[in-house]
């Protein structure tokens, strides 16, 4: 069975520090995507990174980054200058090549403090 | 460019009744899928549309149905509702038939079996 696991439920972190919330997933398949989404109290879930399982190289977008690592099957979002508008449910998800559903984790609240 | 938009927003029904919920996906997007967000189960997967045909399904009974017209607008329905139901719908869509590319989600329909 393919899963997704976030062993961190919830988090906290002041305004401008980094944090890094955790990720593990478990396939077999070699082709796959991951995602981190987050989901504020608006409920709408907001795609923050993508990462392709073939590409080595970590994905960014603008303060936040991935630390992919395959053979361990890992995938860390790190969120730096923390601010207040981070405040959210952040859901890791996985979803093996060319298919139509997205596997989710149980996601981490995080709560950035002034 | 108008987001997906889910309506209702907020929904309360009796045990018994029968539901339908619906989603616009954004202009362009052929693709639509469903999840389902408890706090027991956390977010999952209902089923999945394109161009008017059902692709794929989650682990969900019968009574989770689903259509997709040509305007690519869906709806879903659950019959015979119970409790257990109680959750937030949310509707995401897809420019493409794979969703490597990540979703845009609606903020979700709130329903409430009581």
């Known amino acids: 069975a393919q899963t997704v696991t976030q062993s961190q439920p919830e988090m906290s972190v002041q305004e401008a520090e980094t944090v890094t919330l955790s990720c593990t997933y478990d396939?077999?398949?070699?082709?796959?995507?991951l995602f981190w989404y987050k989901q504020p109290p608006s409920r709408q879930m907001i795609l923050v990174i993508r990462?392709?399982?073939?590409?080595?190289q970590n994905a960014t977008e603008n303060r936040f980054s991935v630390n992919f690592q395959k053979a361990a099957k890992s995938f860390s979002l790190k969120i730096s200058d923390s601010q207040l508008g981070d405040t959210a449910m952040y859901f890791c998800?996985?979803?093996?090549?060319?298919?139509?559903?997205?596997?989710f984790g149980t996601g981490t609240r995080l709560q950035v403090f002034p | 460019k108008a987001g997906v938009t889910q309506t209702p927003r907020y929904l309360i029904k009796t045990r018994g009744q029968q539901v339908t919920l619906s989603c616009s996906p954004i202009?362009?997007?052929?693709?639509v899928s469903w999840y389902q967000q408890t706090p027991g189960q956390g977010l999952q997967f209902l089923f999945e549309?394109?161009?008017?045909?059902?692709?794929n399904k989650g682990n969900f009974p019968g009574r989770f149905s689903g259509r997709q017209f040509s305007n690519s607008r869906s709806e879903m329905n659950v019959s015979t509702l119970e409790l257990g139901d109680s959750a937030l719908y949310l509707c995401?869509?897809?420019?493409?038939?794979?969703?490597?590319?990540?979703?845009?989600f609606g903020s979700g329909t709130r329903l409430t079996v009581v």
């Open positions: 995401a869509s897809s420019p493409q038939l794979s969703i490597n590319y990540g979703y845009t």
């Open positions: 396939t077999s398949e070699n082709n796959y995507y």
């Open positions: 990462q392709e399982a073939y590409k080595q």
């Open positions: 998800a996985f979803t093996p090549y060319n298919t139509d559903k997205l596997i």
């Open positions: 202009s362009g997007h052929r693709s």
């Open positions: 549309y394109f161009s008017e045909t059902q692709r």
